[in-house]
């Protein structure tokens, strides 16, 4: 089982960049999907963006543009670049492996906190 830690998570200006991480440990994590998610308060989790074994990447349209997925397999992580932030970004980010029935996902630790201040 891939266990992750998220990291990278702050308080920045709209119109600022955040570069979030996400360290994997575990035998299979270059063979996995990974995902960022995100959750605001009081809203539904959505899924913002995606990267294959291969690098390639997939956003959601409200981030497209402005947001960056990438991963190190030698180093087991995942980034989240994120420039141009927006309030409407302000959440709490979470990465996984991406599956096609994500919403199931029963446990989805603590995350990192990204607060866009307007």
């Known amino acids: 089982q891939v266990q992750l830690v998220e990291s990278g998570g702050g308080l920045v200006q709209a119109g600022g960049s955040l570069r979030l991480s996400c360290a994997a440990s575990?035998?299979?994590?270059?063979?996995?999907?990974m995902a960022w998610y995100r959750q605001a308060p009081q809203n539904q989790r959505e899924l913002v963006t995606t990267?294959?074994?291969?690098?390639?990447?997939n956003y959601a349209e409200s981030v497209k543009g402005r947001f960056a997925i990438s991963r190190d397999k030698a180093e087991s992580t995942v980034y989240l670049q994120m420039n141009n932030l927006k309030a409407e970004d302000t959440a709490v980010y979470h990465c996984?492996?991406?599956?096609?029935?994500?919403?199931?996902?029963?446990?989805w630790g603590q995350g990192t906190q990204v607060t866009v201040s307007s």
């Open positions: 575990g035998p299979i994590f270059g063979a996995l999907i």
């Open positions: 990267i294959t074994p291969g690098g390639i990447t």
């Open positions: 996984k492996e991406y599956i096609k029935n994500w919403g199931s996902y029963d446990s």
